[in-house]
């Protein structure tokens, strides 16, 4: 139903050969660790300003990066459909799974694959503008990414990141992450539950094999986990997918990309 090794064999060719690069991924790991200091003490003040945290942000180079994060979301939904327990649902169910969990599955996604970005401030809407389009415009200016929001998905991403893990330990984090039976409406949830259970279980196993030395190296993996949960669904489409898919629902798409022949 759910074997060990088919998760973790789930992978395109040279898919998890890519390099830590830029030097901004070494700010974040902390081999630059003297003029991230520094910068730290100079930046202290601007940080913790709520209004600082509250900034709208876009991407510092929305084509490369844009191109870099569709190809971490296509190979995941990839991920996905290669489970034979996971095609094995009702295509309801998979499309719940899969709209609830994308988010974290991408974030596992950029870490896997050492994915930095740099953002910067995004273009002032001005008043006339606001005015001449009306209250809708408000709602959509509430989505914007933010610079706090770009600061937890970081802090997420460094956290695995320090967690080095396997490809083998990154499999079977999607597998339980993706089984959640506590999705809305599944009409499978105990069958669900019971591949999350076996994710889990296999995750602890390999966890075990690969560093019999680290007791506590299981409950940091869950608690990265659980932090990616904090990355929200609107900052994650805002600021990597907006740019490419315009104003269509990405929740409509992905059904798509998961049946797609």
């Known amino acids: ?147 706090a929001g770009v600061h937890n998905l970081r802090a997420c991403l460094h956290k695995l990141w320090n967690l080095d893990l396997s490809p083998k330990e990154y499999a079977y984090l999607k597998g339980a992450l993706l089984f959640n039976s506590a999705v809305q409406g599944l009409s499978a949830s105990s069958f669900i539950e019971g591949l999350q259970q076996e994710a889990q279980r296999a995750l602890g196993e390999v966890i075990r094999l690969l560093h019999p030395e680290d007791a506590a190296r299981f409950s940091h993996v869950l608690r990265a986990a659980s932090t990616i949960q904090t990355v929200s669904h609107s900052l994650v489409t805002e600021l990597f997918f907006k740019p490419v898919i315009g104003n269509a629902n990405m929740l409509h798409l992905l059904p798509e990309m998961l049946f797609v022949q």
């Not at 050969?17 to 070494?26: G, M």
């Not at 081999?31 to 942000?57: F, I, M, W």
């Open 1 to 147: 139903m759910f074997p060990l090794e088919e998760i973790a064999n789930r992978s395109c060719p040279g898919y998890w050969d890519q390099p830590p690069h830029t030097i901004l991924y070494n700010i974040l790991s902390g081999s630059e660790s003297r003029y991230l200091n520094g910068k730290l003490n100079r930046d202290a003040t601007a940080h913790d300003c709520p209004c600082e945290q509250r900034r709208a942000v876009c991407l510092k180079d929305p084509k490369a990066t844009c191109q870099v994060a569709s190809s971490v979301l296509v190979k995941t939904v990839c991920f996905v459909r290669s489970l034979p327990s996971f095609s094995q649902l009702p295509s309801g169910d998979q499309s719940s799974l899969l709209r609830h969990c994308w988010v974290p599955l991408f974030v596992l996604g950029l870490a896997q694959e050492k994915i930095v970005f740099e953002v910067t401030d995004a273009p002032n809407t001005s008043i006339l503008r606001k005015i001449l389009l009306g209250p809708g415009l408000a709602g959509n200016e509430a989505d914007r990414p933010t610079l």
